[in-house]
């Protein structure tokens, strides 16, 4: 079973500061990737999509791919409380027929 | 306007009754999903349709039937309800075969007593 693996958290920062999400997965064929919010009690919401190695920047949000350490982050910039969220990585597995999840790092902004 | 809506919002019924949930995009979009998400908040494929065919069951029990009139529907029955069945189901579209910037519906929050 192909995964995608994620720390927990709470990952927990003060307002302003930046915040740093990583993941890390296990199908080296996998070759687009994405970063998902998820608020208490609503679907998720695509913020970020990287398909090749290098930052990719939006707004406040960096995305950064490394297929050689089969790792993906997200970097969010002056964080604010709103950014309090539940934050799924997802990659498609190396045939392209399926979207595989992490379980998600839930971040705290704290005011 | 709503993308992709779903229905019902929240589902509470017994075990072994039969139900079904609806989902409906706007988007023309030719690829449409079902997604469990448990209660450890784990999100995971069920099935995905393109342009009506069934492209992915991921080992998922029988009694789960979905059904696709058209490309802007895709609805989930489910059979014989069992307590491990709750979960949100989300639907969730996307352009095409291939494209997985996806987006989801609001979900449907499923209890079984």
């Avoid at chain 1, 970020?48 to 490394?66: C, V």
């Avoid at chain 2, 690829?31 to 450890?40: A, V």
């Avoid at chain 2, 789960?64 to 802007?72: G, H, T």
């Amino acid at each position: 079973q192909k995964e995608v693996e994620q720390n927990s958290g709470p990952l927990s920062v003060p307002e302003g500061a930046i915040a740093s999400l990583n993941c890390t997965y296990s199908d080296r064929g996998s070759q687009s990737f994405f970063w998902y919010r998820q608020y208490s009690g609503k679907s998720p919401e695509l913020i970020m999509s990287i398909y090749s190695n290098g930052d990719k920047e939006d707004g406040r949000f960096t995305a950064q791919l490394n297929k050689a350490s089969q790792y993906v982050s997200l970097l969010i910039r002056d964080s604010q409380p709103s950014d309090s969220a539940t934050y799924l990585c997802a990659v498609t597995n190396q045939a392209g027929t399926a979207l595989i999840f992490g379980k998600g790092t839930t971040l705290s902004v704290s005011s | 306007d709503t993308a992709v809506s779903q229905t019902p919002k929240y589902l509470v019924t017994q075990m072994g009754n039969d139900k079904s949930i609806k989902c409906e995009q706007n988007l023309g979009h030719d690829t449409m999903y079902w997604y469990k998400q448990d209660s450890k908040k784990f999100l995971k494929i069920m099935f995905s349709y393109n342009n009506k065919e069934l492209i992915i069951n991921e080992t998922v029990p029988n009694r789960f039937s979905p059904k696709s009139p058209d490309k802007a529907h895709l609805n989930l029955h489910i059979n014989s309800l069992e307590l491990g069945d709750s979960a949100v189901y989300f639907c969730a579209s996307s352009q095409d075969w291939g494209s997985y910037e996806q987006y989801f519906g609001p979900g449907t929050r499923l209890t079984v007593t």
